[in-house]
């Protein structure tokens, strides 16, 4: 452990020994984030902590592999590969694959890649005789993508004030429809889109308690790559499965969010301390 702090800086070391509670860590271009996120993994490895117990989430599958590659070559790679670390996406997917019964799929459902979500969307608005000038496909979908990563059903959707005037400003009043279907076709398909894997996790957790105290058990420490990226969605399982050992690092610069068309939430970093009242701020040097 001695020699791993030792290519530390004090801010960085201060950051990655710190493990008693929720941690944010503010660190811009060329503050070593990505090393203090793999030393502070490699570090809970060496203290004894199995790796199933460690979730570490990124953006990108590049990040989850250089950071993967890293941390076996500063513990045991066998460790390494058995932490649950990649992007949200992946990791949840990979959880919803387990519980799919629960959730009324089947374990091999099908994943919608944005291809196949706007060629679903085109069948229904031309099914529906829609100007597809005015129901432009990239539109709609980023609109109940939206709608998805604020957990926002299409029964919710029809029903939210601003939302319905936005789209009738937009000359759009049926979008609400078009969403019911692709929700409907979806489901017909027993596939779910990108968004849906996020949805459906907070589903899963809200409809079934004992999964989420399952899996709140299970992972006694949770890191986050980019946090200042992460959707209403992302927040909202993280927060979920940390409320039992309260162990989350995060790590972000609160000053860039290249995420938005995601539905990334600035406020996520802005107001962490707000919603992890006994978190600890470390601000990372050059």
């Known amino acids: 452990m001695k020699e791993l702090l030792e290519k530390l800086n004090d801010s960085q070391r ?20 990505t090393r203090v996120l793999t030393y502070k993994i490699a570090a809970l490895l060496k203290s004894g902590l199995p790796p199933w117990t460690i979730m570490a989430l990124t953006f990108t599958n590049k990040a989850a592999r250089e950071m993967k590659d890293r941390i076996a070559s500063l513990v045991d790679p066998a460790a390494a590969a058995r932490l649950w670390m990649g992007t949200f996406h992946s990791i949840f997917l990979r959880m919803l694959r387990s519980e799919a019964a629960l959730l009324g799929y089947p374990a091999n459902f099908t994943i919608y890649d944005t291809a196949d979500s706007k060629n679903l969307l085109k069948s229904i608005i031309k099914d529906m005789n829609l100007d597809d000038k005015v129901y432009k496909v990239g539109t709609v979908q980023a609109r109940i993508s939206a709608a998805k990563n604020d957990l926002v059903s299409p029964e919710a959707y029809a029903a939210n004030p601003q939302r319905q005037l936005e789209d009738i400003q937009a000359r759009r009043p049926l979008l609400k429809e078009v969403y019911q279907r692709y929700t409907e076709r979806c489901r017909l398909a027993s596939a779910m889109d990108f968004d849906d894997i996020l949805l459906m996790t907070n589903i899963l957790f809200r409809d079934h308690p004992e999964v989420l105290a399952a899996y709140q058990d299970r992972f006694r420490f949770i890191l986050v790559d980019e946090y200042q990226d992460t959707n209403f969605s992302q927040y909202l399982i993280v927060k979920k499965l940390s409320e039992k050992h309260h162990r989350v690092c995060v790590v972000g610069d609160d000053s860039q969010s290249i995420y938005s068309f995601r539905g990334a939430n600035i406020d996520n970093i802005l107001k962490f301390k707000e919603n992890y009242p006994e978190s600890r701020l470390f601000k990372l040097e050059q």
């Open 14 to 33: 201060e950051a990655v020994l710190y493990n008693d509670g929720p941690s944010l860590i503010i660190a811009g271009a060329g503050s070593g984030k």
